[in-house]
């Protein structure tokens, strides 16, 4: 009888450790250890099983935590590392786009275009007194000027805007207010010169291989190539084409001293 009480009692130390059994059934059962060494020792063995079995899934979870937490440093460093690349290919790519744009524009303002502003009356209408230009010095360095460009020409120690009426080997005569081009009249609406100033040439002008004759659009007011102290203008001095107007958007001033191009404010 009593080995089948402590088979039972046996049987029921495992609920009773975890207390999982009613207060009563645990009465009857701290009785019987109380009096019984063999099921007295079984609990101390069920216990220590217990305690052992705690500290090794406490253990684990303490390396699975470990791990967990090994595999999110080592996420976290790689989004850095891959943060970080982006951050500097973009820097890279900011600095190399900021250099070459500063290139750029140094290049194409030192070497292709030029500002310039016209000075007096003597391009009206096309262009007033202090309209500021931009110049592309680039134009005639494969190509011949044209016939009707209007051109920056450094001339006399002077820097001005002309428009360009006769070219190399051409012959030009003004005879009572008429241009005759090799011979045959031309007339002014074909270079916007509304009205030429009477003031004709001495005799008919031959030009050279590389002479330019120019005039300004108002012709009662530029000093120009039918003036004997203006003269020819050979290509070596025009210095570009006149592309565009510049608004004046901050009332820039522009002054043109000898060969230099003076900004003030």
Known sequence: MENKICSLINDILPLYLDQAISEESCQLIDEHLSSCESCKSYRVKLESIKSTSHQTLYSNSEELDKKELSQADKINNLTIKKVAVKLRKRRRVIILSVTTAFIFMFFLFTQVLQFSSIAGKGMEPTYSNMQQVLINKFSYQFTSPKRGDIVLINHNGNLNIKRIIGLPNETIEIQNSEIIM??????????????????????????????YFVLGDNTEYSIDSRYDEYGLVSQNEILGKVICKVPNLFKTKIEIVNTK????E
């Open 182 to 211: 090799n011979g045959n009249p031309v007339s002014g609406k074909e270079f916007n010169i509304e009205h030429i100033k009477p003031i004709d040439l001495k005799s008919r002008v031959t030009l050279g291989v590389a002479d």
């Open 261 to 264: 191009v003076k900004i003030t």
